[in-house]
């Protein structure tokens, strides 16, 4: 077993679980646990705390260490680069609070909702060979829906390195064997698959970061564009599974309307649900949200006819 996974598997025997919250909560978290230092696991890899030395036991630090995911943190203190989350009946890798850096590996409640709304499709799809995780960051909705179909092969591909390296890891403490690959959507995903999987970003972020960053239409460029390449590619029986989020303007959801042109014009039915009315409502104090009365996080499914 390679150092992550190590990290991993150290830390699951030491009993850790961590459920990862929003940046908004996690902020109020620390905030009110201002000055003090990290006092357990779920504080070092959950929390993001700095930490003594001594803290971690000598198999949680070796591979952590080894990996080069530590940094000091002040006079006699460190900090894990790295968070910890449990999901799907494991542990995944991502990166630390704050996720400010343009390669950072994103992992939060929409990562959750995903991994609900993929259990609760992906078996009503039956048997599948090739299974991809488009823009896979961790790989945590791969490596979900590659157990809800054994046998299909799995890739998880993205375009940044930093996240595949995380993926890997993640599916090989999970058991998995799956390809990664360095991908703009599916540029470099060979022929053979008949299932896509995809969270793409969904917000206009300022900065462009490649983990946050949809383009225009409210940040819903990038899900439109993926639909659109998914369905050009898929077989006959081919399906994507899509969770987004859909800014609402004046009461009308304009992504559904253009997803579903986009699907009559490519022969695929659409089943699409809002899974939940109001996401990241922060975002409406931003002047490009200004005009948007909420956003919604919407689950679609689109299968070749």
Same mark, same amino acid.
């Given at each position: 077993m390679t150092? &992550?996974?190590?990290? =991993?598997?150290?830390? /699951?025997?030491?009993? $850790?679980? *961590? !459920?990862?919250?929003?940046?908004?909560?996690?902020? #109020?978290? =620390?905030?009110?646990?201002? @000055?003090?230092?990290?006092?357990?696991?779920?504080?070092?890899?959950?929390?993001?705390?700095?930490?003594? #030395?001594?803290?971690?036991?000598?198999?949680?630090?070796?591979?952590?260490?080894g990996a080069g995911m530590v940094e000091p943190a002040g006079e006699g203190?460190?900090?894990?680069?790295?968070?910890?989350?449990?999901?799907? %009946? !494991?542990? +995944?890798?991502?990166?630390? *609070?704050?996720?400010?850096?343009?390669?950072s590996v994103f992992f939060g409640p929409d990562t959750y909702r995903f991994i609900t709304f993929l259990e609760a499709e992906l078996p009503v799809l039956g048997a599948r060979r090739g299974l991809v995780d488009m823009g896979s960051g961790s790989g945590a909705g791969g490596i979900a829906a590659?157990?809800?179909?054994? @046998?299909?092969?799995?890739? &998880?591909?993205?375009?940044?390195?930093?996240? =595949?390296?995380?993926?890997?890891?993640?599916?090989? +403490?999970? %058991?998995?064997t799956a390809e990664?690959? /360095?991908?703009?959507?599916?540029?470099?995903?060979?022929? @053979?698959?008949? !299932?896509?999987?995809?969270?793409?970003? *969904?917000?206009?972020?300022?900065?462009? #970061?490649? $983990?946050?960053?949809g383009g225009d239409l409210h940040g819903l460029r990038l899900s439109l564009d993926?639909?659109?390449?998914?369905?050009?590619?898929?077989?006959? %029986?081919?399906?994507? =599974?899509?969770?987004?989020g859909s800014a609402i303007v004046g009461g009308k959801d304009g992504f559904r309307v253009a997803l579903e042109g986009a699907a009559e014009a490519a022969g695929f039915g659409l089943r699409y649900a809002e899974l939940d009315p109001d996401i990241f409502g922060e975002l409406l104090d931003e002047p490009a949200y200004r005009d948007v009365e909420r956003i919604a996080a919407v689950g679609a499914v689109l299968v070749k006819g």
């Open positions: 150092q &992550l996974p190590a990290l =991993l598997a150290a830390a /699951e025997a030491h009993g $850790y679980s *961590f !459920t990862t919250v929003t940046p908004e909560t996690h902020r #109020r978290v =620390l905030a009110n646990r201002e @000055g003090e230092a990290a006092k357990d696991l779920r504080d070092v890899f959950g929390w993001s705390m700095a930490f003594e #030395r001594g803290l971690l036991p000598d198999d949680v630090w070796a591979p952590l260490e203190l460190w900090r894990s680069k790295l968070r910890i989350s449990s999901a799907a %009946g !494991t542990l +995944f890798l991502h990166s630390a *609070f704050p996720t400010e850096d343009a390669d590659a157990r809800l179909v054994p @046998g299909a092969r799995l890739t &998880l591909a993205d375009i940044n390195p930093a996240a =595949l390296r995380l993926a890997r890891a993640n599916a090989e +403490f999970a %058991g998995l990664t690959l /360095e991908s703009p959507g599916l540029d470099h995903v060979a022929d @053979g698959f008949d !299932t896509v999987i995809a969270n793409p970003p *969904f917000v206009m972020d300022e900065e462009g #970061r490649a $983990y946050r960053d993926w639909a659109e390449q998914a369905m050009a590619r898929l077989p006959s %029986g081919g399906a994507m =599974l899509l969770y987004t």
